[in-house]
């Protein structure tokens, strides 16, 4: 009783100090107002610029600001597969890294012959604790004037899910690849740019990193940790020349959204993606690098953190359905 009597006391002199101080309210909450919409004004305008000035400005050359070799992880499939595709017609030679034999190096001869530029093979699996392994990429790199690298590689779950029902090996797998793989390579690669004075290293992170996703929690906190990375550092290289950038796009239809019919009918292509994406390297700090994109995460980063969470939640709940239906289906 005493609560109740007290919070009306409380209710009372709220309401009190309100009337008394009105005009004052209205001013401050129009001033906080006013600070907001600057804000999301601001950053509408330079996201819109950013996409507007990497479509009309002239295209990168890569080999004279950067070096003459790009690596490309993962470039087995989706979006690394056009990376390399789409970096060899810009001129670079390309290092592909995956750890599958046959199609690397299948790939290896199609980008050589189609773009005549050369390549180096290396087989690799990022799923790994193991260091040597990262000391003879590093040896096999040494020698070459690399000038772009792009992380891609990543490991996502089959399809959402809850975290106590992820496999264990799937787990790991995210970890050692979307997260230390990243950090081994660019640790190995950075002194050889250092010495040049010149590169760009470029993580491909993802917009599920923007705001904690339930159902699919390791992932999406494994691209958060890839944008802090990133961020981190891009202000320590930059005084030896080097930029450092996030690539964090929404979906794109590849074999890791395969699972739903409807994410795959509803975006871009890897190949439309990768197109604009390169359009944008080494042009921002982080960037989507595809306007419909950007939209979604201005409208993620603006929304207030219950509604993204309640609406993801339920978004992933969807796609988790759609993704077990289709793998009982293929079973
Ligand atoms: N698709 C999307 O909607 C989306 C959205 C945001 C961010 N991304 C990010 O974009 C990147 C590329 O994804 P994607 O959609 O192109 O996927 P994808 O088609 O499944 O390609 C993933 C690539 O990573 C490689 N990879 C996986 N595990 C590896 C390992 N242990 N060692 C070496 N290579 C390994 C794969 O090689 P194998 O063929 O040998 O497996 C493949 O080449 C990922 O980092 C992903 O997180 C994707």
Redesign the pocket.
Known sequence: MAIVDSFHILADSIFYVCSEHRRQIIDVVTIIGAWYAFRFAVDVGYHTVTHISAVIRRPRNFVKDYGRWAIV?????????QFSYQLADRGLNIVL????DI?CNEQARFIEKRYGVRTLVII????TTKLDNYSQISKELDHLDVGVLIN?????YDFPMEFSKVPLERVS?IN???MA?LVMLTRYVLPLMIARRRGLIVN?????GWKPFSLISLYSAS?AFTSHFTSSLASEVKPHNISVQTLE?????????SFSST?SSM?PD?RTYVKNAIKALGRSSTTTAYYSHTIQMLVIKWCPDWIVRNFSCRLQKYLGDEGSRSKVKME
Do not use: E, W
């Open positions: 992880t993962g470039c087995t499939s989706g979006i690394g597969q890294i995956a750890r599958n199609l690799h699996d990022f799923n891609n590689a990543g490991v996502h797998a050692q690849v979307n793989g491909v992170s993802s917009g599920s691209k796009p929404m979906y794109v239809s590849t074999r890791m959204t994410l975006n890897a």
